[in-house]
Structures are given as structure tokens and as C-alpha cells.
T-cell receptor, first 117, second 116 residues
Framework: AQTVTQSQPEMSVQEAETVTLSCTYD???????LFWYKQPPSRQMILVIR??????QNATENRFSVNFQKAAKSFSLKISDSQLGDTAMYFC??????????????FGQGTRLTINP | AAGVIQSPRHLIKEKRETATLKCYPI?????VYWYQQGPGQDPQFLIS???????DKGSIPDRFSAQQFSDYHSELNMSSLELGDSALYFC???????????????FGPGTRLLVL
């Protein structure tokens, strides 16, 4: 079974700083997908970024980028120029690849990120 | 853009009562997932449906059942409610991609269930 580990329960940085959230996972699959979801105090789950394992290029979405190290099974999220609105719980999630149908997400324990003014 | 709709948004029930949660996926999405998030925990997968057929099952109690209807909406039925069922229940939807490409799951706002 796949497992996802986020070793940083909480992080805190000043506004405009850069912060990196860590995530490691364990799988025997070669093709899979990795995600970062953000959960603000409203508790809505919001997709931040997605990475396909077969793609060597790291995904980027505006101020958010990932460092995907397939051999090391590491998938960290970097937030540049952090903003107060980035304050949230961040979940790393793994999804395997199957031929057809639905594939569940397996989440890490989450990292609570606080951006201070 | 249209998002996943869940109803009700909040629900308060007594122990041993029954609850029904509804999920309306993003238009054209054919796959629905249900997750349960307890206080201070990460979401846990319960069950999923693809093209109205159950696709996968996770840690869903036997007291719970779910189905996906012909219009692709889904309902999660919860019976004999227990205090421990108090949680945030998410529905997510996705579109089965071409050539086995797994599409992203988009989450609804969740239903907050409180069992007293």
C-alpha cells in the first residue's frame, strides 16, 4: 500500500519569504500522480499543483513550484513570495495509475503553514 | 466554472439516526469519490464510483452505503450513526481521461456532520 509522509506538522514564515514544504512517499508503482492540496480555515480542499511521475520537468503554477525527485520518492512544494492568503493546511497526496476507473487519493498528515505579516 | 456541489452543508443528528449526504459532480465528470476527514486528520477515502458502478472501496463502515445515479450525482447513506461519525465529508469528482490518464480530483465544500 502506498504511504505519504509529511514530516513538518507546522511551519511559520514572514510574508514575502519563500517556504518549502516536504513530502515523501512510498510506492512500488512506476506511473503515478502527486498533488498538493491546500485547506484554508474554511476547510475547502483546493488543488495547488499536480505532477505526473512520467514527466521529468517539475510542475509550476505561478508562485508555487515543486521539486520532484522520483528516485528519492520526494515531492516538495515551494511557495515563493508568500502571502497572508497562503495560510492554510497543506496536504501532499498520491494517486496511483490504473487502466480504467477511479483511483483514490492517499494523503499525508498535512503541514499547517502560517504566514505572518 | 461550475464546481462540485454538496448538500447539506451542515447536518446535526442524534446517535442511531440516519443521514443522507448528496453530491453533484462537475458537469461531464463521470467519477465520484467520497472522503471522510475527522478533526485534525487527513481525509480518508471511503468509496468511489465510475460510470455509476462502484469502483473502489476504502475504510467505509458497513453501516454506510453509497450509489451513483444515472445523472452521475451520488448519495452517501449513513445509518445507526455513532459519535465517531462526526466529521467533514467530502465529495470529489473527476473525468476519466484518455489513454489511462488519471484526471485531477476536484473537491466539493464538504458536509459537516455532527452526531450528538
Amino acid at each position: 500500500a502506498q504511504t505519504v509522509t509529511q514530516s513538518q506538522p507546522e511551519m511559520s514564515v514572514q510574508e514575502a519569504e519563500t517556504v518549502t514544504l516536504s513530502c515523501t512517499y512510498d510506492t512500488s508503482e512506476n506511473n503515478y500522480y502527486l498533488f498538493w492540496y491546500k485547506q484554508p480555515p474554511s476547510r475547502q480542499m483546493i488543488l495547488v499543483i499536480r505532477q505526473e511521475a512520467y514527466k521529468q520537468q517539475n510542475a509550476t503554477e505561478n508562485r508555487f513550484s515543486v521539486n520532484f525527485q522520483k528516485a528519492a520518492k520526494s515531492f516538495s512544494l515551494k511557495i515563493s513570495d508568500s502571502q497572508l492568503g497562503d495560510t492554510a493546511m497543506y496536504f501532499c497526496a498520491f494517486m496511483g495509475s490504473i487502466i480504467q476507473g477511479a483511483q483514490k487519493l492517499v494523503f499525508g498528515q498535512g503541514t499547517r503553514l502560517t504566514i505572518n505579516p | 466554472a461550475a464546481g462540485v456541489i454538496q448538500s447539506p452543508r451542515h447536518l446535526i443528528k442524534e446517535k442511531r439516526e440516519t443521514a443522507t449526504l448528496k453530491c453533484y459532480p462537475i458537469p461531464r465528470h463521470d467519477t465520484v469519490y467520497w472522503y471522510q476527514q475527522g478533526p485534525g486528520q487527513d481525509p480518508q477515502f471511503l468509496i468511489s464510483f465510475y460510470e455509476k458502478m462502484q469502483s473502489d472501496k476504502g475504510s467505509i463502515p458497513d453501516r454506510f452505503s453509497a450509489q451513483q445515479f444515472s445523472d452521475y450525482h451520488s448519495e452517501l447513506n449513513m445509518s445507526s450513526l455513532e459519535l465517531g461519525d462526526s466529521a467533514l465529508y467530502f465529495c470529489a469528482s473527476s473525468l476519466e481521461g484518455l489513454a489511462g490518464e488519471q484526471e485531477t480530483q476536484y473537491f466539493g465544500p464538504g458536509t459537516r456532520l455532527l452526531v450528538l
